[in-house]
């Protein structure tokens, strides 16, 4: 066994825990339930904390862990395969637990485990995209790659309060020279296995990567991040150019040598959109929706839910458009309009801009406000809204959310993309303010990271179908608790958004199981929503690159739906919505197959 105090003793990430004031896990228990946290601990010691990246993102990169913080993860082939044998060995492990000796709470833990390990296990038979859990076939896309994660990770996640920690941040931006030409290698691989990505991710990833060196290394966030924040704290030093020159000397030429790779077969490359035409294409693609919606729906099945809930949301919006003497045309078409509307739209310049993050804060503020009288616990951890980093702006999503470290040292952040306001009606940004922030998924995850007397491994584990599906039935929440009271023109925001979900159902099962081309599934969306067709393309070709994860919003809303209705209708009017709040918080991320088992046994107590 493994206890708490040998795992201190043994492992530099967990001192780095003890140091951060963190426990990896509750007192040594005798029997089956020892054996899983002892199994849990040891995953943490072997493979979360030997992430440098993961170690800053935790806020455990101090102490004795303070050299990771020089580091960037190893991005390698031979370590994606190390990983993979190591992972294995850990799924041995947790088997070998009588899972009927735990008790109720470690039996959830014990499930959610064995899901993402039988799932992940289950990716490695590909031989493409190998490089993390989230299936995706492109080692590098424009939404995968260090090229795009590590200058934001520097930028946002690095903290810089010391010479130390900004010496740390030059050694970590001479190792993202190396983390490039790890993943040019893999790449290759890839290349090589038959996932050669389609030619317009390629074009919007060649873009990205210009764009990153379009005003040479001064006017990268690279060095531009370290010469703001080393002067803010005042820390005297060259920092800026030194930057500079490690910029110039190797990240720049890696980065060359990534992007010639990708121009190398960018000729060659189709233009269909889904994996269907990749090796075992169909099977990947059930992977991806097993992984991403823990479920195990067909690509048809999603397709006619998605058609029947577009339908019946659609038909919803349609009320509240006629009431407001819109008539003419398609439900989208009318929502169109409204978005081309003047009076609901922000100038596109940086002082509209800031206004919009100020008054996005404001709307925060006030359903926060609201959140005692539907929730027992709230979390503690603050949350920040910020503009998606203009370098990337062009291929990144239109919102998203990065959780707070563990030790509270750091936020929890909402981004939004402000690449061209236009995109951003005012009627739907408070639906997205309750998608990312509270209620959704910083009151979900920080809670979740709060909970006490629990494994850090069941923290930082998570399920797309649990968090994106809490996320948008806390948009459903935030209309029930009158956030649109008095603003009709808001309502339907939060309807078109609950239709958005509804539509990348159709879309995403459209192009990777019934092989829609991305110009088929471009028109779909915008004929559907009246979105802007730029975004709705940022949208489409993000599916392209992540399978299956764009189902995960509405059929992890509708799970959490049928849930809170099946207790409601149970206990009738001793139903509680603030102790369901609560149950479903305390579970954590779950598969969607243990936050229904939880629940029912939840209702039927409470009946009882």
């Known amino acids: 066994m493994i206890d708490r105090r040998r795992l201190l003793l043994t492992a530099a990430a967990g001192a780095g825990l003890a140091a951060a004031g963190q426990a990896i896990a509750a007192p040594a228990q005798a029997g089956a339930g020892a054996q899983l946290r002892a199994v849990m601990d040891k995953i943490v010691a072997e493979t979360l904390m030997t992430s440098p990246e993961l170690l800053t993102q935790l806020g455990f990169d101090r102490g004795p862990n303070a050299p990771m913080k020089a580091r960037l993860d190893d991005r390698s082939q031979a370590k994606v395969l190390a990983d993979r044998e190591t992972f294995r060995g850990h799924m041995s492990e947790l088997k070998a637990v009588d899972r009927a000796g735990l008790n109720a709470e470690e039996a959830v833990w014990y499930d959610s485990l064995e899901y993402f390990g039988d799932t992940a296990v289950s990716g490695y038979d590909f031989p493409y995209g190998g490089g993390g859990f989230g299936p995706s076939p492109y080692t590098v896309s424009q939404l995968t790659g260090a090229y795009q994660s590590v200058p934001d990770f520097l930028d946002s996640v690095h903290s810089i309060d010391t010479a130390e920690d900004a010496e740390a941040y030059l050694s970590r931006v001479s190792a993202f020279a190396t983390a490039l030409d790890q993943e040019t290698e893999r790449m290759g691989l890839d290349f090589a296995a038959g996932a050669v990505p389609p030619d317009f991710v390629i074009a919007k990833t060649l873009a990205q990567m210009q764009t990153l060196m379009a005003n040479g290394a001064t006017g990268t966030t690279l060095v531009q991040s370290v010469v703001r924040r080393t002067g803010e704290k005042s820390i005297p030093g060259e920092w800026g150019s030194r930057a500079e020159a490690i910029v110039n000397d190797a990240v720049f030429p890696a980065l060359s040598r990534q992007a010639e790779a990708l121009r190398a077969?960018?000729?060659?490359?189709?233009?269909?959109?889904?994996?269907?035409?990749?090796?075992?294409?169909?099977?990947?693609?059930?992977?991806?929706?097993?992984?991403?919606?823990?479920?195990?729906?067909?690509?048809?099945?999603?397709?006619?839910?998605?058609?029947?809930?577009?339908?019946?949301?659609?038909?919803?919006?349609?009320?509240?458009?006629?009431?407001?003497?819109?008539?003419?045309?398609?439900?989208?078409?009318?929502?169109?309009?409204?978005?081309?509307?003047?009076?609901?739209?922000?100038?596109?310049?940086?002082?509209?801009?800031?206004?919009?993050?100020?008054?996005?804060?404001?709307?925060?503020?006030?359903?926060?406000?609201?959140?005692?009288?539907?929730?027992?616990?709230?979390?503690?951890?603050?949350?920040?809204?910020?503009?998606?980093?203009?370098?990337i702006e062009a291929g990144a999503p239109g919102g998203y959310y990065n959780a707070p470290s563990l030790d509270r040292s750091r936020p929890g952040a909402y981004y939004i993309n402000l690449r061209d306001t236009a995109e951003w009606p005012k009627f739907q940004l408070p639906t997205l303010t309750y998608h990312e922030a509270v209620p959704g998924h910083h009151h979900q995850i920080a809670l979740a990271q709060e909970r006490t007397n629990v494994p850090l491994l069941m923290k930082v584990l998570g399920f797309s179908a649990y968090s994106e599906g809490w996320a948008l039935y806390a948009e459903q929440l935030a209309d029930e608790i009158g956030m649109y009271e008095n603003d009709p023109i808001g309502q339907i925001g939060y309807l078109q958004s609950l239709m958005f979900r509804a539509t990348r159902l159709v879309v995403d099962s459209g192009m990777h199981a019934k092989r829609w081309s991305r110009e088929q599934a471009i028109r779909f969306m915008v004929d559907a929503l009246g979105d802007a067709e730029s975004a709705v393309t940022t949208e489409i070709e993000r599916y392209c690159v992540w399978p299956g994860q764009a189902c995960s919003y509405k059929l992890g809303h509708t799970k959490w739906v049928e849930l809170r209705a099946n207790a409601q209708a149970a206990l009738g009017d001793r139903f509680d919505i603030r102790a369901f709040h609560d149950a479903g918080m305390n579970t954590g991320g779950v598969p969607l197959t243990v936050l229904e088992r939880v629940m029912t046994e939840w209702t039927a107590a409470q009946a009882a």
């Open 265 to 391: 077969v960018q000729a060659g490359a189709t233009h269909d959109a889904g994996v269907w035409r990749l090796p075992n294409g169909e099977a990947f693609y059930r992977y991806g929706i097993q992984s991403y919606t823990t479920t195990n729906l067909s690509g048809d099945e999603i397709h006619e839910i998605g058609m029947e809930q577009l339908a019946e949301l659609s038909a919803r919006a349609d009320v509240l458009l006629r009431a407001q003497g819109l008539t003419q045309g398609s439900v989208g078409q009318r929502i169109a309009a409204l978005g081309d509307d003047p009076q609901y739209l922000y100038p596109n310049t940086d002082e509209a801009k800031e206004q919009l993050l100020r008054d996005l804060n404001t709307q925060t503020e006030e359903v926060r406000r609201r959140m005692p009288q539907y929730f027992g616990r709230l979390p503690q951890s603050g949350c920040e809204i910020r503009r998606v980093p203009v370098a």
